[in-house]
């Protein structure tokens, strides 16, 4: 594996615990990356809980879903939500799956679901609700089978969220940083939407404040400083990714977000100073 390559799936395991950290993937839910030089693959976790996943648990896939090298632990049975809209969509980079509680709501009683605030217009101008069952019936209601997965990524069209009955979301992006953006403010701006019904009447941006406010994550500084922040508030937890032995890329990228023990660090070098390193 390349250093560039493993950089990129390092930040692939720290976007899985991000987006869990924040609150908007549990037990269940995934992120995946196409593969940067192969279009026709893309990389996906075994099936673990998305806040535990390290670099040794991704497979690589291709678009049919299949593993490129027979895996020793268990696939995610929903890995088609991820290569169907790879296989329709050239444009996306990484996908996410989940079931925030705040988009439930929506899920569940078909409300429409609108930007209510700046960042909110990342979902974009009425995202598409997708019922499995006006296609397939009566299922478990995962998305496991080709066909769905296929309906699925039509029904996502060229929007970045989809809503899918009783069960969750699906956001793609063009790049992995500008996904984990995306997934995190979608969420926000459904739990912001329901909140302000309380308090009063609800109205959203215009399209022109949509179109203008959707591009900000576009912009890398915008992005950049909000994974900065996630990758921070992770760190001080301790929840980082393990290191990749021997991967100088991976160290790099480790080294953006600070580590828990740096501030103890930093007082214990500054106490010897002090005392000038004799011992008391």
């Known amino acids: 594996m390349s250093d560039q390559l493993a950089a990129l799936l390092y930040e692939l395991a720290m976007a899985n615990r991000i987006v869990a950290h924040e609150g908007v993937l549990d037990a269940f839910g995934h992120v995946s990356i196409r593969h940067p030089s192969k279009p026709d693959r893309y990389f996906l976790s075994r099936s673990r809980s998305p806040e535990l996943v390290e670099v040794a648990d991704f497979y690589e896939y291709d678009l049919d879903s299949q593993p490129v090298v027979t895996p020793k632990l268990a696939m995610y049975s929903e890995r088609v939500i991820h290569g169907e809209i790879y296989k329709a969509r050239p444009d996306v980079m990484a996908v996410c799956h989940h079931h925030a509680p705040s988009i439930l709501s929506y899920c569940i009683t078909g409300e429409k679901l609108v930007p209510v605030f700046h960042l909110g217009a990342v979902i974009g101008n009425d995202p598409p609700f997708w019922d499995q069952h006006d296609e397939f019936g009566d299922t478990n209601m995962l998305v496991q089978q080709p066909a769905e997965g296929a309906s699925l990524a039509r029904a996502l069209g060229q929007h970045s969220l989809v809503l899918m009955r009783r069960h969750g979301a699906t956001v793609a992006s063009s790049n992995l940083r500008e996904l984990v953006f995306r997934t995190i403010y979608g969420a926000r701006n459904a739990e912001y939407q329901t909140q302000a019904k309380v308090v009063g009447k609800i109205t959203q941006l215009s399209p022109g404040e949509i179109e ?55 007082s214990a070098a500054k106490k010897k100073k002090s005392t000038g390193g004799k011992k008391r």
Do not use: D
């Open 212 to 266: 203008k406010a959707g591009a900000l994550p576009k912009q890398p500084n915008t992005v950049s400083r909000a994974w900065e922040y996630w990758a921070t508030r992770l760190a001080k937890r301790g929840g980082m990714p393990p290191k990749v032995p021997g991967k100088s890329a991976v160290k790099s990228a480790a080294k953006r977000a600070p580590s828990k023990a740096a501030p103890a660090r930093r």
